[in-house]
Nanobody
Framework: LQLVESGGGLVQPGGSLRLSCSGSGDGLEHYYIGWFRQAPGKEREGVSC????????RDVESVKGRFTISRDNAKNTVYLQMNNLKPEDTAVYYC??????????????????WGQGTQVTVSS
């Protein structure tokens, strides 16, 4: 399974971006998908995750009410809609696929496949 992220860029505080994660090869629909981010000098952090049928998702506390994860299995694509962006959201964002237990879906160690990342910069 190959994952490719897109949609990153520079945005002002309060703005929005939608990240996309497209999968090719082994079916994306078989896997949990997670979005992680890593800021300079910081450890990788789980942001949002979603199960195969979109019946369960989870967000880290700092993005609740601002970020929404969704997926379209017919298009082999997972999205991360990010609203009301803050400077502290600046990071490289990665999508990842795996088969974690639901309560571990924000744990990076639960995932096997990773994309190359897309930069999100929130600055005025």
């Amino acid at each position: 399974l190959q994952l490719v992220e897109s949609g990153g860029g520079l945005v002002q505080p309060g703005g929005s971006l939608r990240l996309s994660c497209s999968g090719s090869g082994d079916g994306l629909e078989h896997y949990y998908i997670g979005w992680f981010r890593q800021a300079p000098g910081k450890e990788r952090e789980g942001v949002s995750c979603i199960n195969t049928q979109s019946t369960y998702s989870r967000d880290v506390e700092s993005v609740k009410g601002r970020f929404t994860i969704s997926r379209d299995n017919a298009k082999n694509t997972v999205y991360l809609q990010m609203n009301n962006l803050k400077p502290e959201d600046t990071a490289v964002y990665y999508c990842t696929a795996g088969s974690p237990l639901y309560y571990e879906c924000l744990d990076a160690g639960s995932y096997v496949y990773w994309g190359q990342g897309t930069q999100v910069t929130v600055s005025s």
